[in-house]
């Protein structure tokens, strides 16, 4: 069965630090892979999509980035973080030719 | 623009009551439509899909609808309970399998 994976689940990062987030999936090959942000009380916001290794659409202007070295790996980064950044970060995976989302547990970032 | 825009933002009934939460969407071209249940601090989970053919769906207590015409979906709860309480999210699948997340309704329902 499949499995998706997202580390850590709680991170408190200062100000100006970088910042790595690590969602892998098990059990499928060539996933859709997708990067969300839920800031307090608000809804899901796209952040990154990825339908192969290396190619990645950016949804939204910001601070962060995210990269696919793997097929089931995707990595979401910041060189230096900002309060702003603070939130709920949600990986989740589709298979190609179906709609249906899976998600990870979720981390929540705190910049301080 | 592709776009999926849910209603209420937020939304608190009594324990015992009915509610609907709306979902207009303009993506195209119209793959289905999924409701998703988001507890606090964890990853959404499908709740039901809607085709272009079907006009309603129910699992358990929740029913959803779908108007491909006019391109609305409703999510019905009926009897509400506590656990209910969450963020319920419509999601639209286009042709080609992007994905376009509504920012989701939050239900509390109190005692």
């Known amino acids: 069965s499949q499995t998706i994976h997202q580390w850590p689940a709680t991170l408190v990062q200062p100000v100006g630090s970088p910042l790595s987030l690590e969602c892998t999936v098990e059990?499928?090959?060539?996933?859709?892979l997708y990067w969300y942000r839920q800031a307090a009380g608000r809804g899901l916001q796209l952040l990154f999509y990825?339908?192969?290794?290396?190619?990645i659409s950016s949804e939204v202007p910001q601070n962060l980035s995210a990269s696919r070295p793997q097929d089931r790996q995707f990595i979401l980064s910041s060189k230096k973080l900002l309060l702003s950044d603070s939130g709920f970060y949600l990986c989740a995976w589709s298979a190609t030719g179906t709609s249906e989302a899976f998600f990870g547990q979720g981390t929540r970032l705190t910049v301080v | 623009k592709n776009q999926v825009e849910q209603s209420p933002q937020s939304l608190i009934i009594l324990e015992g009551k009915n509610c609907t939460l709306q979902c207009n969407y303009t993506v195209s071209p119209f793959s289905n439509l999924r409701w998703y249940k988001q507890d606090t601090g964890r990853g959404p989970v499908s709740l039901t899909i809607m085709t272009f053919s079907e006009n309603t769906k129910s699992n358990g207590r929740y029913t959803a609808t779908l108007d491909a015409d006019t391109k609305q979906s409703s999510l019905h709860i009926t009897a509400s309970q506590l656990s209910d309480s969450a963020s319920y999210i419509c999601v639209v699948s286009r042709y080609g399998n992007k994905l376009v997340f509504g920012a989701g309704t939050i239900l509390r329902v109190k005692s």
């Open positions: 990825s339908i192969g290794i290396d190619q």
């Open positions: 059990g499928t090959s060539n996933p859709n």
